[in-house]
């Protein structure tokens, strides 16, 4: 049974078919598809204001491209030290940009710490141009230990990049389970809170490959197309990739998805939690516990796969995903409870 | 009726299915799926040699990639000025490499000049560290201009490349053509006439879209899983890229399907080639001829989709591909006829 | 005898004795010192405008950073195949922009063609994100060939970069022997001309190293000195560049020594015009002329430095200087004398 | 009087003889001068062992062209916070690798945690390609703290680099000043000690702009002349730079230079620290101490040049240099208890 990764996860159904029923004929390549034009509309009524829509096939690359649109080459992106952009892309943000230097930041439960934040913004500056331009805080929502910015947190933000003039980014891979999770609307948890960019994530929530950057400030998307196209990340037969994109958002298909995950995620922190150390607050689709070797040990040979945190031993990380059924996460509780 | 491009495409049912068959449970993410291990063991016997596989969503990815592995950043890439790499990639080589220089060199018929090329690399080095390092030839295989170089074309490049001690690449986004023209073995065509990386297309031919870089020397495969990260090129559900792949080497279908490509183009060519100019000589799934204004316009009026070609009034190409149904090429053929 | 380079001559006297009395008790460092200060004053009494100048140590760095400011890294930029910039910097513009693509162009006499120029960008646009972006076109002013702009000429390039909306760049490693050339004013052969961006030379006219960046148009200004900085061109005790470029400027020192290298050039073509084939006319500090192989040979076995130029085997460059003495051109007149 | 930087002193006297001594006459350009040559025998010589040396201007270029050297554009550099490449270049390192990550690591007095380092290096890999690749770790001697490392401790960074295979470069801005505190041979604090890559400076021990490349480790000289050229940093009239480097090591000029330096940094520390607390043990030439900001202010209004340190608002900094005269020491260390 997979608690691994939702990169894992099979195609929900509902999108492998979008992506049959677009295989008719030809269709214009290279972005010019209906699909893309349809998606766009969709991501307008959905945020309800203007926004450029960039679909693309890698999450990694809705990243990057956003740290290129927002950062120039001899500019700082500020993100949490665990940030997928920092710790899992190896060095993409960097050569995306021409050499950008990341700033890892500290702070509890996957969050950037504010006032770290603060201080390394205030002080910046002070040394001219011997130092790197302060240009932009990434944020990663939900975060890389399954918790979610509140609101009123993304407020925070949002003042630090009035006050010192940056950019703000949302990478989004698990957009929708964080979306779920605060009950409020898409345009709440974006550019009302000051989003500039966001990387819209849909692989892992049930499509096959398919992310979106998405910029709401027309600053930051100076020849966005040609940024798409010098990383190889022009689709020529992009409507495969739209159409997933189209059904992925339709009839709140997204938010089903992604509310099952959280589900399924909440329920097993439920049971568990008066056994086992839960490392974070259980906030989205990703539970992090305490496990004993040996006990971790027992429940890969019983065939449950799952992570073992980097730089720990006895820390794991259970994903929950649209694909998880209840019977599944039942039975690892049980096998849980038998270890106690 | 569609001749634009092969990208308009739809994907071959085949495939299709394969990619459907894939959509089962949970597999494992980031390439250690079944299929791209499968498709490995396929390129070994289908090239009967050792290589590198790396399987990718775009030819451009696989295109730049190649020039990142075997091109240092002040080296100098020597192709054709009417390569993909060249004019059509917004600069994605140069990006990949972190600034290679290319060096866009004449010659007939979409093939490279030899004279010229030879003249070219004798002449490098002699000015030191002021010039940059030749690097690489790369050949687009079919070429842009739809001819294919002859084997023994190629061995003139295996010669030079070894003389001047430099890697030669083949751009393939067209190689099924290419191979079903020259009726020869894939060996034949790449690693024995000196082809140290290959990029190997099956998107134009029936695939969604699925690339992959194929290596054939091992000195250029250094951290080649580094490249495609940091460049965002690694598919997180790389099974629907693999089980593409898997299913057009499968039972020969690529080679039927560019056979059928091919056919097309031959025989529409043979049909008019009394009555109009072809540009270049019909070798592969490409015809470029010579249209008056007049009869372009009269062509389109008529719900016939082509390119005409940059840089000149008269010049149009069309694309012949696995879908290109022959009642369509008949009705074309007589559309040309009814304009004389 | 040297006629190899001026790059091969001493500092002029004046000017070291400035870098002499530079040295005296503490300075600023990193640019904050007084002769940055005046030498900017220098400048825009010269330039009779506004004008950002950023001193360097080499004419590489002038021109890579000339190019980061004004072209991204998907741009393009048009000069002739000849140009330093594209055929003896190893690649650094590449570098500095972070990719950008160099479109060497031909023409007579190491002047670019216009029309093969106008060509080119009337063409670009036409395939949208998939080209790189016309960005800037850079002039050598005196050309690598030793030929000379003529203010007319100058012009046309001019509306060609308000046509197609892109910057114009002037190599300027020998400015001073153009300027004295076309006998105009400093402003009339660059701002007037539409010139955005100079590199202005002053090492191979007399100083010891010292070059700087001079901008007339504050658009491409944009974090320059982060440019300066990053690239690791920011000298630390920045007097002994700067004090070096008052002095040049002062009482007319850079016309003097250029007109006195462009008349030792003007005199030797004049003496031997009649008994070997100039290459180029001779309008600044070079002379390329034709010989045999056993007359090179010969004068080379008499002790005259010079270049054979590269893909030739009988055309030399003679350089004159500065330091040039009238008494050694006279002797290298009578040696090609005897030699017919 | 001036105690804010080496980097404001004016040249030694020999120095700039040497300087004026060069200036005779034509010279060959790009570093095939006399001098180079010179400079690298006594490199020899003093290093006991074959060493490539690629003379600068400027120490940025030093340090980027040796990361460049050592580390691939998907790599890691281990640096402390404070080391100048990460926090003074303005990102010239991301630059000229293209796009290495800097992994700024914490650590008492300006050294790196040892302990801190090696968990970083033995959690590295386990990710894949997901990361980057440890590839150097930088040393900066004596650090931006004005403390030295030991042997002892170099030989544990030599122990890591050997264990994790990764290049060991010393940044050396003022090597003299630790060489010269650790009373070592030049051999003992580099290549014996594991160090691959040197950035060798003179500029601040009394040169005008002179620093060099050392690398040890044949491994990490490939296309090096191509580096210092594609980054502008070939110096046409190269005798100037390597006339100083010659000079800066005849007849130990630059271990005087050095002692001197120390030795007033030291004698100033013996006389003030029983009232004012020194921050960092005193070294090399630099004292770090804390004052009041009204004694700080006190001092300034006097006449004393000092930097106040960023990110602190009572510690000062102040650099000893070969130009401090002993006089001006007295009268800042009366200056002070006066304060008291």
Redesign the interface.
């Given at each position: 049974m997979?608690f691994?990764?939702d990169?894992?996860?099979?195609?929900n159904e509902t999108i492998?078919r979008a992506?049959?029923d677009a295989?008719?004929?030809?269709?214009?390549?290279?972005g010019y598809d209906s699909y893309s034009n349809l998606f766009n509309k969709q991501c307008q009524n959905l945020f309800q204001c203007w926004v450029e829509t960039l679909p693309l096939?890698?999450?990694?690359?809705a990243n990057?491209i956003a740290m290129a649109l927002c950062c120039?080459?001899?500019?700082a992106i500020f993100c949490h030290e665990s940030a997928h952009l920092n710790?899992?892309?190896?060095?993409?943000p960097?050569?995306?940009?021409?050499?950008?230097?990341?700033i890892p930041l500290p702070g509890q439960h996957g969050k950037i710490d504010v006032d770290i934040l603060e201080?390394k913004l205030a002080?910046s500056g002070?040394?001219?141009?011997?130092?790197?331009?302060s240009s932009v805080i990434s944020l990663t929502q939900s975060t890389e230990a399954g918790t979610v910015y509140t609101l009123d947190e993304l407020k925070t933000f949002k003042k630090l990049k009035e006050k010192y003039q940056v950019a703000l980014h949302m990478d989004g891979a698990r957009f929708a389970n964080a979306l779920v999770s605060l009950n409020c609307t898409a345009a709440e948890m974006t550019w009302q809170s000051g989003i500039d960019l966001l990387s819209f994530g849909a692989?892992?929530n049930g499509a096959?490959?398919a992310e979106s950057l998405l910029v709401f400030n027309p600053k930051y998307t100076t020849?966005i197309?040609?940024?798409?196209?010098?990383?190889?990340?022009?689709?020529?037969?992009m409507r495969?990739?739209t159409s997933q994109l189209v059904a992925y958002l339709n009839d709140d298909l997204w938010i089903k998805l992604a509310r099952h995950a959280n589900e399924q995620a909440h329920y097993f922190a439920t049971q568990v939690e008066s056994q086992i150390e839960l490392i974070h607050p259980v906030e989205a689709n990703e539970v992090f516990c305490r496990l004993s070797t040996s006990k971790i040990l027992s429940l890969k040979a019983q065939g449950y796969?799952f992570h073992v945190w980097?730089?720990s031993d006895d820390i794991i990380r259970l994903v929950f995903s649209h694909?998880t059924e209840r019977k599944d996460v039942n039975q690892l509780v049980k096998a849980i409870e038998l270890l106690y």
């Open positions: 997979n691994r990764s990169n894992e996860t099979p195609v492998l992506i049959i295989n008719h004929g030809f269709e214009e390549s290279y096939a890698t999450g990694t690359a990057s120039p080459p001899y500019g710790a899992d892309e190896c060095g993409a960097e050569m995306f940009t021409g050499g950008a230097k990341l201080k002080s002070r040394h001219g141009e011997h130092e790197v331009l692989t892992k096959m490959m020849q197309l040609r940024h798409r196209k010098r990383s190889g990340h022009l689709i020529s037969k495969y990739i796969e980097p730089d694909a």
